[in-house]
T-cell receptor, first 114, second 117 residues
Framework: AQSVAQPEDQVNVAEGNPLTVKCTYS??????LFWYVQYPNRGLQFLLK??????LVKGSYGFEAEFNKSQTSFHLKKPSALVSDSALYFC????????????FGGGTRLMVKP | EAEVAQSPRYKITEKSQAVAFWCDPI?????LYWYRQILGQGPELLVQ????????DSQLPKDRFSAERLKGVDSTLKIQPAELGDSAMYLC???????????????FGEGSRLTVL
């Protein structure tokens, strides 16, 4: 069975500083990995995905994520945080050998302070 | 830009009452998902449709929950009777079929927030 772990319930960072939101995964085969963002009382918005190829993927709003197969990680990063980045972030994994089901982590709340 | 439509956005009901949520996926998307998101947690899959057929409903509490997608387009999720523990956000998502180049990205609606009193 596939699973995702987001070890931090909350990440606090000052505006202008770099941010990292951590994610590790477990799948039996090759993973497709995703990051989504959720603002209060809204649905999930897609940020970026790793399917294959370059381990560093770039996405929306200046976010990027690094796939590390040996550490089974897919951490979300941004060089310079904005107050408007404050939201709930979800990592998700799909085992390409197990259909289309997407499994989500528990989420990490990002708080960016001015 | 095409979006997944959901209604109602908010629903307050008393326990033991029936409640229904509606979802209209992005046109042409063959796969439709219903997720439940309890406050402070990640979404959990309730049911997945491929066209009008159920692909996975292993996590759907079938004694009180039902879902249908009769014509393979829009879908309805029903709860009867509602219980206090059903209070959550119900998210609908859609995606193209694998044959259409789907790589797993889901497109979510705004969700329906249910409060059971």
């Amino acid at each position: 069975a596939q699973s995702v772990a987001q070890p931090e319930d909350q990440v606090n960072v000052a505006e202008g500083n770099p941010l990292t939101v951590k994610c590790t995964y477990s799948v039996s085969g090759n993973p497709y990995l995703f990051w989504y963002v959720q603002y209060p009382n809204r649905g999930l918005q897609f940020l970026l995905k790793y399917i294959t190829g370059d381990n560093l993927v770039k996405g929306s709003y200046g976010f990027e994520a690094e796939f590390n197969k040996s550490q089974t990680s897919f951490h979300l990063k941004k060089p310079s945080a904005l107050v408007s980045d404050s939201a709930l972030y979800f990592c998700a994994v799909r085992d390409i050998n197990a259909g289309n089901m997407l499994t989500f982590g528990g989420g990490t709340r990002l708080m960016v302070k001015p | 830009e095409a979006e997944v439509a959901q209604s109602p956005r908010y629903k307050i009901t008393e326990k033991s009452q029936a409640v229904a949520f509606w979802c209209d996926p992005i046109s042409g998307h063959a796969t439709l998902y219903w997720y439940r998101q309890i406050l402070g947690q990640g979404p959990e899959l309730l049911v997945q449709f491929q066209d009008e057929s159920v692909v996975d409903d292993s996590q759907l509490p079938k004694d009180r929950f039902s879902a249908e997608r009769l014509k393979g387009v829009d879908s309805t999720l029903k709860i009867q009777p509602a219980e206090l523990g059903d209070s959550a956000m119900y998210l609908c998502a859609s995606s193209p079929s694998p044959e259409a180049g789907n790589t797993g990205e889901l497109f979510f609606g705004e969700g329906s927030r249910l409060t059971v009193l």
